[in-house]
């Protein structure tokens, strides 16, 4: 119904856009019909940009309200706003929701505190000079256990108990060391052979 309105619209523009009602002889300047014409679909089409534009706003707001609740994907600004989270999830028993989260919240706090350590800087070797090093290996032993603990007191607090593989980590690296790039790879019998080859 909306388009033929339009196209009823733009038609009886269109055809009296081509009529000429002034003086062929006259010397002052008339815009032609194919010129008004023009302007008046210009005009409806930067309306309907318009329009699209909010639609489609309008439609993102909609897809992060269904992402939040379909795929439980959340984006706390404050610790306040989880802290909310958690209480609403926990008294509607959604323990695994609860769970996901303290476990999102302890990775982004395992990975914030590993981005905070400094990635090189000058060391004095043996001749007293300063010589520029890498700290990979060393921030790689330097301590979670705070991580660990919070976490741990977090679970006490739902009646969950922590999975061992977390309860045992003590450094950086045994976190970053539970899964490696070579550990998903596939070894298929081809590449077997080729490596024997």
Not at 103 to 119: C, M, R, S, T
Request: glycine share 6%.
């Amino acid at each position: 119904m909306k388009r033929l309105s339009m196209f009823t619209v733009l038609f009886a523009a269109a055809t009296s856009s081509f009529a000429y009602y002034g003086d062929y002889s006259s010397s002052s300047f008339e815009m032609p019909g194919w010129i008004t014409f023009m302007g008046i679909i210009m005009i409806v089409w930067g309306v309907l940009e318009i329009i699209l534009f909010f639609k489609i706003w309008g439609m993102t707001n909609d897809i992060k309200a269904l992402k939040k609740d379909h795929f439980n994907e959340t984006d706390f600004m404050t610790k306040n706003l989880m802290a909310r989270y958690l209480r609403k999830n926990l008294l509607m028993d959604n323990k695994e929701n609860v769970k996901r989260i303290l476990l999102q919240n302890f990775i982004d706090n395992v990975e914030h505190g590993y981005a905070k350590l400094p990635g090189e800087g000058y060391v004095k070797d043996k001749d007293g000079n300063d010589v520029l090093t890498n700290f990979k290996e060393k921030n790689l032993k330097e301590s979670i256990r705070p991580y660990v603990e919070n976490l741990q007191r977090q679970y006490d607090k739902i009646g969950e108990q922590l999975p061992v593989y977390i309860q045992s980590m003590e450094t950086f690296g045994d976190c970053y060391n539970i899964f490696k790039e070579e550990d998903l790879i596939v070894e298929t019998e081809d590449k077997k052979e080729e490596e024997n080859g």
